[in-house]
């Protein structure tokens, strides 16, 4: 009698133990649990943790509840400029609703990479070419809504898309490189001319001081012979301004007792020919003059008349 309940008491332990083995489900952190009981969906879903269900009559569907990341395959296009592109992507999604995830769509994950593929190339259509360059954010947001809006419905809702890369024909990458060349060529002339405007500005304001001090443009000489000289040369080459001279010669006084021998030297009369040399006679004295001449003193003769 005790061996026959001993052998029971082993075979119901062991039943139960077959029983909890078939009907005992661990759901992990980062997944949720969806029972069909005959092939209906049960209510609700079961939580994270130890879970029992019917054994033959129940089946659980485990979604994972992550963010998934799913590289889009690189889609072959031609932009609104008529450009041939090819752009790669990359999409992130999760799980919110697992009981749509696995009754409204047969397989979530082809479902959102399909859907990528199609929204992928509607953007290339409708995007130019420096869009998919310079304006990549915009892109994303647009590619994201084209995405999510059919996704909300399986129970998915995307987190993000970002375009990872957009290859170009060799010929557009060579005529972009020369119009990038002849850009940065022509800011530099812009702005080298524009340099050279602001230079002559203040090149002139400072001659015009120069102009009003002349004592200025010697400082401004000293100062260049003190920079060149900081260089510890042996030999210093120094042009030497025209304008300093004749602030020199201005500033220098000029004595009084200088004066030209032309202008101190008699002017010499011109040479008479012998025919025109006439005798002078000398003038007639007055008898005032003659009274008072002193003695000894003849009176010049009479000059001879002629006969």
Same mark, same amino acid.
């Given at each position: 009698?005790?061996?026959?309940?001993?052998?029971?008491?082993?075979?119901?332990?062991?039943?139960?133990?077959?029983?909890?083995?078939?009907?005992?489900?661990?759901?992990?952190?980062?997944?949720?649990?969806?029972?069909?009981?005959?092939?209906?969906?049960?209510?609700?879903?079961?939580?994270?943790?130890?879970?029992?269900?019917?054994?033959?009559?129940?089946?659980?569907?485990?979604?994972?509840?992550?963010?998934?990341?799913?590289?889009?395959?690189?889609?072959?296009?031609?932009?609104?400029?008529?450009?041939?592109?090819?752009?790669?992507?990359?999409?992130?999604?999760?799980?919110?609703?697992?009981?749509?995830?696995?009754?409204?769509?047969?397989?979530?994950?082809?479902?959102?990479?399909?859907?990528?593929?199609?929204?992928?190339?509607?953007?290339?259509?409708?995007?130019?070419?420096?869009?998919?360059?310079?304006?990549?954010?915009?892109?994303?947001?647009?590619?994201?809504?084209?995405?999510?809006?059919?996704?909300?419905?399986?129970?998915?809702?995307?987190?993000?898309?970002?375009?990872?890369?957009?290859?170009?024909?060799?010929?557009?990458?060579?005529?972009?490189?020369?119009?990038?060349?002849?850009?940065?060529?022509?800011?530099?002339?812009?702005?080298?001319?524009?340099?050279?405007?602001?230079?002559?500005?203040?090149?002139?304001?400072?001659?015009?001081?120069?102009?009003?001090?002349?004592?200025?443009?010697?400082?401004?000489?000293?100062?260049?012979?003190?920079?060149?000289?900081?260089?510890?040369?042996?030999?210093?080459?120094?042009?030497?301004?025209?304008?300093?001279?004749?602030?020199?010669?201005? /500033?220098? =006084? $000029?004595? &009084?007792? #200088? !004066?030209?021998?032309? +202008? *101190?030297?008699?002017?010499? @009369?011109? %040479?008479?020919?012998?025919?025109? /040399?006439? =005798? $002078?006679? &000398?003038? #007639? !004295?007055?008898?005032? +003059? *003659?009274?008072?001449?002193? @003695?000894? %003193?003849?009176?010049?003769?009479?000059?001879?008349?002629?006969?």
């Amino acid at each position: 009698m005790v061996e026959e309940l001993l052998t029971a008491g082993i075979a119901a332990a062991t039943g139960v133990a077959v029983y909890l083995g078939a009907a005992a489900r661990v759901v992990k952190q980062y997944e949720r649990g969806v029972v069909f009981r005959f092939g209906r969906l049960r209510e609700g879903v079961r939580p994270p943790g130890f879970t029992v269900i019917v054994p033959v009559v129940d089946r659980l569907r485990k979604v994972n509840l992550q963010i998934v990341t799913l590289p889009v395959p690189a889609q072959e296009g031609i932009t609104r400029d008529n450009v041939t592109v090819r752009v790669d992507a990359v999409v992130y999604f999760k799980v919110v609703d697992p009981a749509s995830a696995i009754v409204a769509v047969e397989d979530y994950r082809f479902a959102v990479s399909q859907m990528a593929q199609t929204s992928l190339r509607s953007i290339i259509g409708k995007s130019d070419l420096d869009d998919l360059l310079s304006n990549r954010e915009k892109l994303n947001q647009g590619l994201e809504l084209m995405i999510d809006s059919p996704a909300m419905g399986w129970g998915v809702q995307i987190d993000r898309v970002e375009i990872k890369d957009v290859s170009l024909p060799e010929t557009m990458k060579r005529s972009m490189a020369r119009q990038a060349e002849a850009d940065r060529e022509r800011r530099a002339r812009v702005i080298n001319a524009d340099a050279e405007l602001q230079a002559s500005h203040k090149l002139a304001e400072a001659a015009a001081v120069m102009s009003d001090q002349p004592a200025a443009l010697q400082l401004r000489l000293l100062q260049t012979v003190i920079a060149v000289a900081a260089e510890k040369n042996s030999t210093l080459v120094l042009p030497f301004p025209v304008e300093l001279l004749r602030f020199l010669e201005r /500033a220098a =006084p $000029v004595p &009084p007792a #200088a !004066q030209d021998p032309a +202008e *101190a030297a008699p002017a010499t @009369p011109p %040479a008479q020919s012998p025919a025109e /040399a006439t =005798p $002078v006679a &000398p003038p #007639a !004295q007055s008898p005032a +003059e *003659a009274a008072i001449a002193p @003695p000894g %003193a003849t009176s010049p003769e009479p000059p001879a008349t002629p006969s």
